[in-house]
């Protein structure tokens, strides 16, 4: 493992060569395998699109724009672009300083349309304007509300009302249409309460007789201050805020951040938790595919699949909850392992619903696949190009039902993904019938992932034996005075994490989940930046809807499988 | 009454006692569903847990056809006026199960973006514990509800105990 790394640093190219001339400040390799660039704002631009279009560079792919607040520096923020390639094997984080005063930032949505949201995100939270952005405004937080909430000043507790319903009304949405049949045109809004977007999703589109002419998607009302939150908590205690983020697959979302942190603090954890932290993850991913298309195929009319899928998440559950104690937000994964070792039929139970599953499968597979209804609904409805789908900043089952076969599972492998058989499904036509194929092929090959798991589950500790991060187990605490002391400090200062940033992603059931973190060396948080695989997906559905039809919306929502929590953080 | 055997027999009641045993036994919730406990509670109506038991698994998504509002999941304060409004558009007389943490105190999200506690804006008859509660849980939130229905001590009775007293 090692020696490849070495390996492929040597073949990688020196950005700073490739790069316009004195436009990067610094260039260094972070401790995460990235390519640091430190770039002023006046060239920003410039470097941004030689990354794109040097053929030696060739990053397609756009996933993260985000702001930290630093504010004994100047200047005071700095706003982080994550960008790689998907051809090549190289990440690049550009960091660029801006000042207080001045806190405006050239657009990168000329360059990645996946810039559109993350901009706005960043204005929200951190008030930094960007210019040439097609449609800057809040996104998260409400229209009544002051201030820019992740600024380190702003104060975590302050709420603001928004006594009535100011929602938001697109300005296009009230013009009238100047067209001569303006008379069947109409503005419909969808949402946020309404069966078919799953939670918390507002659509507004305008309607030229039956067709969707434009739309807009409004976000943010799920927004319960995730990033916020975690700097106001300890390392450890950020674990069950990650579990309700895409609470379909909570253990994805904790094992993701214990990547994230152990990368930072440089270890490991032992090879048992990571076999069982494998085999949880891909039961979730099993249940968070089942619940997508469940309620996918719910929109559609097919309600009885719904029931099909239901019944093997129960028994997921029930393992789950004999692991962890919870069922649906688990908070299994530690920071170093996990919080303790599996039951004693373990084993048992996971054989168990290695036999139980693919009948469900199967039954789903019969009703579904050739079924002309859904055919008809779902074939070249929501067509996305791959070129359109990496543009997006799009990953996961979605990106792969367009045609592009990547998967972070063995693009970047963690936690011994290497050492499975599996393969990664993809489909060409990118509609919604193809993002139904992937999955359903998903929930097959993350099976067998859990069967090599399983047979292979190897003994031993499932926590580390660092006792900078694990408490020392209980009967050395009562019976030795250096593990007590251990235990005492971990409570009182709990893991103090060395300062610097890394940028970890996993797999998450619905595309690349990163986690950015930045340490100040203390016991919390400085800033945790979560790249939700949703947000970068959810903000092509307007663009996908023009041209389709109302009940093709709701078809292409669903096989989107926008989870508020992740997407609204 | 008269019985198929041609015998009669007779049940006395009182009209308002009648009309809560009815009510108590045909609960259509609009579940509110927002986060997590959205989720749990697609549970609760499936075929494990089955709600249907307990005469309530008509679940209704528009507020004109539903009488229990089940607020499942994180209110932001984006959302809060939605929720109002929604409740303000059921019919009477209607009932709010306040279903997990967030929805009863704001949770563990202490934070400037969250409702703490929905009994801000709307009343609550029955607040529903956990991060999410178990479907037992739930189920053992709505028994609770149709108790209170049938003693008569909902937020509803207590708003509208004169009109009932004119019906006994």
């Known amino acids: 493992m090692t020696a490849s790394i070495t390996e492929s640093s040597t073949r990688r190219p020196d950005p700073a060569k490739l790069l316009p001339d004195g436009a990067v400040t610094s260039s260094e390799r972070g401790a995460d395998g990235h390519s640091v660039l430190t770039v002023d704002r006046s060239r920003l631009l410039e470097v941004l699109r030689a990354l794109k279009e040097r053929p030696e560079l060739d990053c397609d792919l756009l996933l993260d724009i985000c702001g930290v607040d630093y504010p004994r520096r100047d200047p005071r923020f700095e706003v982080v ?8 094997d190289h990440r ?42 097609p449609n800057l405004r809040r996104i998260l937080t409400h229209e009544a509300f002051h201030g820019h909430a992740l600024r380190k ?9 928004l006594t009535e319903d100011k929602s938001m009304v697109p300005a296009w949405a009230t013009e009238d249409p100047a067209d001569e049949d303006h008379l069947e045109s109409q503005v419909l809004n969808l949402g946020p309460s309404h069966p078919a977007t799953h939670g918390t999703l507002r659509i507004v589109v305008r309607l030229q007789g039956e067709t969707i002419t434009k739309a807009e998607c409004e976000i943010g009302y799920l927004h319960r201050c995730f990033e916020k939150m975690s700097e106001t908590h300890g390392w450890q205690q950020v674990i069950p805020y990650t579990d309700r983020l895409n609470y379909c697959s909570s253990m994805i979302n904790g094992v993701g951040y214990a990547l994230a942190v152990e990368k930072m603090l440089g270890i490991e954890a032992p090879p048992r938790a990571q076999a069982v932290r494998v085999i949880l993850s891909e039961l979730s991913r099993i ?11 719910v929109d559609l009319g097919a ?55 693919p009948k469900f499968v199967n039954d789903v597979e019969k009703l579904i696949t050739t079924n002309k209804v859904f055919r008809d609904r779902s074939e070249g409805i929501g067509v996305v190009s791959a070129a359109d789908a990496v ?10 039902a367009s045609g592009v076969p990547y998967d972070v599972r063995k693009a970047h492998p963690y936690m011994g993904y290497d050492q499975y058989e599996f393969d990664v499904p993809v489909a060409s036509t990118g509609d919604t019938y193809a993002r139904y194929l992937v999955r359903m092929e998903e929930m097959r090959q993350s099976l067998r992932i859990i069967q090599q798991a399983i047979d292979a589950l190897p003994g031993g500790p499932v926590v580390t034996d660092n006792h900078h991060v694990a408490l020392p187990p209980k009967e050395k605490v009562y019976t030795e005075m250096e593990s007590l002391i251990w235990h005492f400090k971990l409570i009182y200062e709990g893991i103090q994490v060395p300062a610097g940033d890394a940028y970890s992603f996993t797999e998450g059931a619905n595309g690349e989940l990163g986690y ?38 709701i078809a292409i929502l669903g096989s989107l499988n926008i989870i508020a929590g992740e997407l609204d953080r | 009454m008269r019985q198929p055997d041609g015998s009669s027999s007779l049940l006395t009641t009182r009209v308002d006692a009648m009309l809560r045993w009815v009510r108590k036994n045909s609960l259509w919730p609009l579940p509110f569903g927002t986060a997590c406990c959205a989720i749990e509670f697609m549970s609760v109506v499936s075929a494990h847990y089955d709600l249907a038991r307990f005469g309530a698994e008509v679940v209704r998504f528009s507020p004109r056809q539903s009488d229990l509002m089940i607020v499942a999941g994180t209110i932001t304060d984006k959302m809060a006026p939605v929720v109002k409004r929604i409740y303000d558009q059921m019919a009477e007389p209607k009932y709010v199960i306040s279903m997990g943490a967030c929805a009863c105190t704001g949770g563990f999200y202490r934070a400037y973006h969250v409702v703490q506690g929905v009994d801000e ?35 509803h009775d207590r708003f509208n105990h004169r009109e009932l007293d004119t019906t006994a």
């Open chain 1, 516 to 553: 950015y973190i930045v340490s100040d060396g203390t016991g919390h948080p400085y800033r945790i930046k979560v790249r939700p695989p949703c947000f970068a997906i959810f903000q092509a559905y307007p663009h996908i809807l023009e041209g389709h039809m109302v009940p093709d919306a």
């Open chain 1, 303 to 357: 309600l009885t699949n719904f029931w099909y899928f239901f019944q093997p998440r129960e028994e997921i559950y029930g393992l789950l909850e004999s692991c962890a104690g919870g069922r649906l937000t688990v908070s299994y994964a530690r920071i170093g392992g996990l919080v303790h070792d599996v039951p004693s039929d373990f084993e048992a139970q996971v054989r168990y619903l290695l036999d139980y599953i």
């Open chain 1, 153 to 161: 000043d702003y104060d975590p507790g302050q709420r603001w009302l």
């Open chain 1, 92 to 133: 690049f984080r550009v960091k660029v300083p801006v000042a207080e005063d001045d806190a405006t930032m050239p657009s990168a949505y000329s360059i990645w349309k996946a810039a559109d949201w993350f901009e706005r995100e960043a204005y929200d939270m951190f008030g930094i304007t960007f210019e040439g952005h």
């Open chain 1, 287 to 297: 249940m968070d595919h089942a619940v997508c298309l469940g309620a996918n195929l």
């Open chain 2, 121 to 155: 804006f709307i009343p609550v008859d029955v607040y529903v514990p956990g991060c999410p509660p178990t479907p037992e849980a739930l189920m053992h939130g709505v028994l609770k509800l149709q108790e209170m229905i049938q003693n008569g001590e909902t937020q």
């Open chain 1, 81 to 88: 672009y994550h960008i790689a390639s998907l051809a090549h």
């Open chain 1, 391 to 400: 543009a997006w900043g799009w990953t996961g089952p979605c990106l792969r």
